[in-house]
Antibody
Framework: EVQLVESGGGSVQPGESLRLSCVVS????????MSWVRQAPGKGLEWVAN???????YYADSVKGRFTFTRDNVKNSVFLQMNSLRVEDTAIYFC??????????WGQGIPVTVSS | QSALTQPPSASGSPGQSVVISCTGT?????????VSWYQQHPGKAPKLLIS???KRPSGVPDRFSGSKSGNTASLTVTGLQTDDEADYYC??????????FGGGTKLTVL
């Protein structure tokens, strides 16, 4: 069974940083592309970032330059370092596996609140 | 880049069929066969229904089907059931290994 478990969310003030983690089990993690998707309260889904098997990151314009997506293939984990957080970054953040650009397995989501 | 365009709402009665559209451009839907559809019930994570325009993952009922014509993709749900009431989202691959989502469609089963 494939499982994704996110952690690291919380409440911060604008300008501060947070690091989200996602541990993956049940598949060959080292060759797996991964994604982060977020959902602001009462809003739709928004793609945030992808990471390839080689560690190359791809980002939405809204987070480019502020967020960094990395992976640790030994720990079967991905990480989203979020710097210079803004109020508009408030959302539930989901980690997901990416297969032929379909998001086939999802975590349960982790809330991030940015508020002064 | 603007989100893909979906109707905000759709509805149908149990047993009926409904089609949800998703319109993009030649830079996303029209340019690649990497359109996916997701179902999201309130408070839950999304679930993949369709990938690569028309492929159903194992376990997804064949009542759900996908298609594409030009810059518009469509999700068809036949034999509507009460549990189909949910939000539905489309995505497409776009340039430089990016993804783009639709704004979502709230499906009501009357």
């Amino acid at each position: 069974e494939v499982q994704l478990v996110e952690s690291g969310g919380g409440s911060v003030q604008p300008g501060e940083s947070l690091r989200l983690s996602c541990v993956v089990s049940g598949l060959r993690f080292g060759i797996q592309w991964m994604s982060w998707v977020r959902q602001a309260p009462g809003k739709g889904l928004e793609w945030v970032a992808n990471i390839g098997a080689d560690g190359s990151g791809y980002y939405a314009d809204s987070v480019k330059g502020r967020f960094t997506f990395t992976r640790d293939n030994v720990k079967n984990s991905v990480f989203l370092q979020m710097n210079s957080l803004r109020v508009e970054d408030t959302a539930i953040y989901f980690c997901a596996t990416l297969h032929y650009f379909g998001l086939n397995y999802w975590g349960q989501g982790i809330p991030v609140t940015v508020s002064s | 880049q603007s989100a893909l365009t979906q109707p905000p709402s759709a509805s149908g009665s149990p047993g009926q069929s409904v089609v949800i559209s998703c319109t993009g451009t030649s830079s996303d839907i029209g340019g690649y066969n990497y359109v996916s559809w997701y179902q999201q019930h309130p408070g839950k994570a999304p679930k993949l229904l369709i990938s690569e325009v028309n492929k159903r993952p194992s376990g997804v009922p064949d009542r759900f089907s996908g298609s594409k014509s030009g810059n518009t993709a469509s999700l068809t749900v036949t034999g509507l059931q009460t549990d189909d009431e949910a939000d539905y989202y489309c995505t497409s691959y776009t340039h430089f290994n990016n993804l783009i989502f639709g704004g979502g469609t709230k499906l009501t089963v009357l």
